[in-house]
C-alpha cells in the first residue's frame, strides 16, 4: 500500500541548488496574474509569531484596493480552526498549513483549491518556488498549496551555557549522551521539551528512530513497509524512555505547553532543545537577544546519509471562496513569493525561504547555518505527524505519551503502534 503524502526526501542540497539558479527564460513570458476590480477582503488564517504583517503591508501598498483580514492561532489552535472550519463548510479564503498527512483531509475532502497547471504558470509558481519545495507540497502528484518556506529541526545548544561548563557542541550520539549527563550534574536540565500535544516529544522520539533504524528503515516505517513493533523502534523508545529516567528533560514536560520550553534556555534553566528556524526572528531576534548565542546541530544519529527533520510550509486556498477574494487570496501567495519581494523582506519574514534565489541574510545566523547543511548535502526526512496518517499520528502519540508517563513500557508502546498500523491496513485495503 502506498500513501499518497509520504515524502522521501530529495537531499536538501538539492533545493539549495535550485535556490541558487533562478530561470529568467519564462518570466518575462509569463502572463500577468488577475487583479480583482474593486474593494476586495480576503480572510488569512495563519499561526501567531509569523511575520505576515511585513508582507501585509507591502501587499497593500502595491493594492490598494485588496485588504487582508488576518487571524492568529497558535500551533494547536491552527490545526483546530481549519479541522471546524472545513466540517463546518465555511473556511477561511487562505490559510497557512504544513504538508503530509496534515493537509491531505483538506486536499482529499476537496476544500483546498486544485493548482492546475494553468493557475501555476499564471501566478508564477512554477518559476517563483524551488522544485523541491514544490514536490515536498504535492499530493497524489497535485499541488494543492504555494510552499512558503522549508524549515529543518535540530538540536539547538545555548553557548553561553556550554562555555560556562566547559562543552563542546555533540558530533555523535554518544558525545550527545555525555554532554547530557554532564549538565544534569551541573543542575541543568538538559533538553527543554514542551509535551503538551505531544508533537514536540515526537521530535526527539523521531530522533532515536533516525538513530537506531537508520535512514532507510525510517522511511520504510512511514511507508507502513516496516513494523514498529522491531528491535530497532524498541530500543528507541527504550531511549526516550532512559532519557525520562535519567531526568535530561524538564521535570514535568509531558503537560507543559511548547511555547514554554524555548524561556527554559533563554532563562539559563536549560542547555538544549529540537526546533526550527523560526525561533531565530520569532523568539530570539524579538526577544532582543543574540541569535549566535543559541546554535543549531545537525542531531547527530550517526547515519548515513546525514538527514534531520524537515517539512515545508505553506499557504492553501479554499475551492469555495467567491472568485476576487480567491484570486486576492492567490494573488497575495504570489507576491509574497516573487523574488523582488521575497528577498526585499527576507531579514523580517523568516527563511530558509521557498523562493528561488533567495537565501538567509548574514545577520541571521541561524537559518544561514542551516542553509550552509542543506547545501552541502545533509537531507530531511518528515516528522512522524506528517509523514503518517493522522489516525496513526494519534496512536503514535497515545503509545509515546504513555511510555512517558510509565503506564506502557517499550515493547508495549511499539506494539500498540504497529497493531494500530494494521488496523489501518486491513481498514484501507
Same mark, same amino acid.
Given at each position: 500500500m502506498k500513501l499518497p503524502y509520504l515524502r522521501l526526501l530529495l537531499p536538501a542540497a538539492t533545493f539549495i541548488a535550485m535556490a541558487c539558479s533562478a530561470s529568467t527564460g519564462t518570466a518575462q513570458d509569463a502572463a500577468k496574474p488577475p487583479i480583482p476590480s474593486g474593494n476586495v477582503t480576503f480572510s488569512l488564517w495563519t499561526i501567531a509569531g509569523q511575520p505576515f504583517q511585513v508582507m501585509i503591508d507591502d501587499f497593500q501598498k502595491t493594492y490598494p484596493n485588496l485588504k487582508v483580514k488576518w487571524t492568529k492561532y497558535s500551533t494547536d489552535e491552527m490545526k483546530q480552526a481549519v479541522r471546524v472550519a472545513s466540517a463546518a463548510g465555511k473556511m477561511s479564503d487562505t490559510w497557512f498549513n504544513w504538508g503530509g498527512s496534515l493537509a491531505a483531509p483538506y486536499e482529499d475532502g476537496g476544500h483546498a483549491l486544485e493548482l492546475t497547471s494553468q493557475l501555476i504558470a499564471l501566478y508564477g509558481v512554477d518559476k517563483n518556488i524551488v522544485p523541491a519545495a514544490l514536490d515536498l507540497a504535492r499530493h497524489n502528484g497535485k499541488l494543492y498549496g504555494i510552499p512558503i518556506w522549508v524549515r529543518p529541526m535540530t538540536i539547538f545548544y545555548k553557548k553561553?551555557? $556550554?562555555?560556562?561548563?566547559?562543552?563542546?557542541? !555533540?558530533?555523535?550520539? /554518544?558525545? @550527545?549522551?555525555?554532554?547530557?549527563?554532564?549538565?544534569?550534574?551541573?543542575?541543568?536540565?538538559?533538553?527543554?521539551?514542551?509535551?503538551?500535544?505531544?508533537?514536540?516529544?515526537?521530535?526527539?522520539?523521531? $530522533?532515536?528512530?533516525?538513530?537506531?533504524?537508520? !535512514?532507510?528503515?525510517? /522511511?520504510? @516505517?512511514?511507508?507502513?513497509?516496516a513494523s514498529y513493533n522491531s528491535p530497532e523502534v524498541i530500543k528507541a523508545f527504550a531511549k526516550l524512555k532512559e532519557w525520562v529516567t535519567k531526568g535530561y528533560f524538564n521535570d514535568g514536560f509531558i503537560s507543559l505547553d511548547p511555547a514554554q520550553a524555548l524561556p527554559l534556555l533563554q532563562q539559563d534553566k536549560a542547555a538544549m532543545i529540537f526546533q526550527g528556524p523560526w525561533i531565530e526572528d520569532q523568539n530570539i531576534i524579538a526577544s532582543h537577544e543574540d541569535p549566535s548565542n543559541y546554535v543549531p546541530i545537525i542531531a547527530p544519529a550517526d547515519q548515513k546519509p546525514v538527514r534531520v527533520s524537515g517539512f515545508q510550509e505553506q499557504l492553501q486556498f479554499w475551492t469555495k471562496a467567491k472568485p476576487d477574494e480567491q484570486k486576492a487570496a492567490l494573488l497575495f501567495a504570489s507576491f509574497i513569493t516573487t523574488p523582488e519581494i521575497a528577498k526585499r523582506h527576507i531579514a523580517d519574514f523568516g527563511s530558509p525561504s521557498s523562493v528561488v534565489g533567495v537565501l538567509p541574510p548574514e545577520n541571521r545566523p541561524i537559518a544561514s547555518q542551516m542553509a550552509k547543511w542543506l547545501q552541502g548535502g545533509v537531507g530531511l526526512y518528515l516528522p512522524t505527524d506528517q509523514a503518517l496518517p493522522q489516525e496513526l499520528v494519534n496512536a503514535f502519540f497515545q503509545a509515546q505519551d504513555s511510555l512517558v508517563l510509565g503506564t506502557l513500557t517499550p515493547e508495549a508502546a511499539c506494539a500498540q503502534i504497529q497493531k494500530a498500523v494494521e488496523e489501518y491496513k486491513s481498514a484501507h485495503k
Open positions: 553561553s551555557i $556550554f562555555d560556562k561548563y566547559g562543552l563542546t557542541a !555533540p558530533q555523535t550520539f /554518544d558525545e @550527545l549522551e555525555k554532554v547530557c549527563q554532564a549538565l544534569k550534574s551541573k543542575g541543568i536540565i538538559p533538553v527543554a521539551c514542551g509535551g503538551k500535544f505531544s508533537w514536540m516529544t515526537m521530535r526527539t522520539t523521531d $530522533f532515536f528512530v533516525e538513530h537506531f533504524a537508520g !535512514p532507510e528503515m525510517h /522511511d520504510k @516505517l512511514f511507508a507502513l513497509e
